[in-house]
């Protein structure tokens, strides 16, 4: 009796998803600096440490509405007396104080106005009265305020060369405030990662087209421009590609060269159409794996051509899903100097048993909760690799590792958070 030899396709080397990653990330550098203005520097990563060129704030100015007075001049502490100054000058923001306040006078001063010299403290409006003595406006206090108060110092809240931001910062609106406060007009910013998307499959509609017999919307392509924009990428979208090998693989060669990075969708699996699979076998291109020991999306595969790397991930939305998660997104991270490009993990109680088994590393899209101060997690319906509500209920992703029985409900686990910040992920 004569067995025949398994066809080519049947006989993969399945890897550990760490090993997979592993061989990802050692394909992949960090992207180089570019100065973007600092209204389109939201969300981007700093590519540099920022130093205060100037102090902040750059001159001693007042908090208050009130006077700017010598605090010398005032009612001691305890003391029933009052003090009458000489009103000189008004002080708006933005006016330069003509006057020097000598002792027994003081200046009218707004918030944010600079102090005039003589002056070491602001009373506030709510605390003085008007009065004109022998025609001359003058200002009564009848309470001790301590030397200093409702003036800011020069400096006071950024010293000048203080190193506000590390580099790799993630820019948000605080940040923003400070750059723009310094003057940082340009912001030196990662370059974001170029990444084309390209979806095989004949069966495969765009949104706008109407349904026909035996089609599908092609979900995933615009599910990963989502994922890639939230990662901080820039997607480029090549559409799709019919199940036909040399009309894809023309399409892979030319989002490759265009791209940091590609990312293709579908034909991965053992089926006959799976027009990856003949790709990756024939052209000149390595292949870094293309089994991983992980449910959903075993069949994920990654490969580099002309230094470019192609992760070609599963067509099942979910699959697609998670392979993003567990390799594009380090890869991204990587390319954007991120200082974490591994995802951070946490520990959470299983908030229902989980009864499946596996011989297989498992990610179960999840839902994390906090109820009385534990973390726990529900894993978001029916965790099949094909289904794409899951996705949408998903913020986290429960790693399992293969399992002989199912875990019971409380059972601690390992949690991958989704969401950008979240329990510092
Ligand atoms: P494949 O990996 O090409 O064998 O596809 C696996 C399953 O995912 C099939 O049911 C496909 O119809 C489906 N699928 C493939 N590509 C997409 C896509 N871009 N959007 C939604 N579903 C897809
Ligand atoms: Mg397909």
């Known amino acids: 009796m004569t067995t025949s030899p398994l066809p080519e396709r049947f006989r993969r080397q399945a890897v550990s998803p760490e090993e997979a990653l592993g061989r990802v990330l050692a394909r992949v550098r960090p992207l180089e600096t570019e100065t973007v203005p600092l209204f389109e520097a939201w969300r981007r990563r700093l590519a540099e440490p920022v130093a205060a060129p100037h102090p902040f704030p750059p001159f001693r100015r007042s908090a208050m509405d009130g006077y700017a007075v010598r605090a010398a001049d005032l009612p001691a502490e305890g003391s029933s007396g009052e003090a009458l100054l000489q009103v000189l000058e008004s002080l708006p923001a933005g006016a330069v104080p003509r006057f020097v306040v000598g002792p027994g006078q003081a200046s009218r001063i707004m918030t944010g106005?600079?102090?005039?010299?003589?002056?070491?403290?602001?009373?506030?409006?709510?605390?003085?009265?008007?009065?004109?003595?022998?025609?001359?406006?003058?200002?009564?206090?009848?309470?001790?305020?301590?030397?200093?108060?409702?003036?800011?110092?020069?400096?006071?809240?950024?010293?000048?060369?203080?190193?506000?931001?590390?580099?790799?910062?993630?820019?948000?609106?605080?940040?923003?405030?400070?750059?723009?406060?310094?003057?940082?007009?340009?912001?030196?910013?990662?370059?974001?990662?170029?990444?084309?998307?390209?979806?095989?499959?004949?069966?495969?509609?765009?949104?706008?087209?109407?349904l026909a017999p035996g089609r599908i919307r092609n979900s995933n392509a615009p599910m990963l421009a989502a994922l890639l924009r939230e990662a901080g990428a820039e997607p480029v979208l090549y559409g799709r590609a019919a199940d036909r090998p040399e009309e894809a693989e023309a399409m892979i060669r030319r989002g490759l060269a265009e791209c940091d990075l590609l990312l293709t969708t579908g034909g991965v699996s053992v089926g006959d159409r799976d027009i990856l699979v003949d790709i990756l076998a024939g052209w000149e291109g390595e292949t870094l794996f293309n089994k991983v020991t992980m449910r959903p999306g075993s069949p994920t595969t990654a490969a580099v051509l002309d230094g470019k790397l192609l992760l070609a991930l599963s067509g099942n939305p979910g699959a697609c899903f998670v392979g993003f998660q567990l390799f594009a997104v380090p890869a991204l991270r990587t390319m954007l100097r991120h200082p974490m490009p591994e995802r951070a993990a946490i520990q959470a109680r299983l908030a229902e048993a989980f009864p499946k088994v596996n011989a297989y590393s498992r990610y179960v899209r999840s839902r994390l909760e906090v109820r009385e101060g534990t973390v726990w997690v529900r894993p978001a319906g029916d965790d099949f690799s094909s289904l794409m509500t899951t996705i949408a209920e998903a913020d986290s992703l429960v790693v399992l590792p293969p399992l002989k029985e199912g875990l019971e409900q409380g059972a601690l686990v390992t949690v991958i958070p989704l969401a950008e910040g979240m329990f510092g992920s």
Do not use: Q, W, Y
């Open 113 to 210: 106005a600079m102090l005039p010299e003589g002056a070491d403290t602001v009373v506030m409006l709510e605390m003085t009265e008007t009065v004109v003595r022998a025609g001359a406006d003058c200002v009564r206090i009848r309470k001790h305020v301590p030397k200093g108060r409702n003036v800011a110092d020069v400096g006071s809240e950024v010293a000048a060369g203080v190193r506000l931001f590390g580099e790799s910062r993630l820019i948000g609106a605080g940040e923003t405030a400070l750059l723009a406060s310094l003057g940082m007009a340009g912001v030196p910013v990662v370059r974001r990662p170029r990444v084309g998307v390209l979806a095989t499959g004949s069966e495969l509609l765009e949104a706008a087209e109407p």
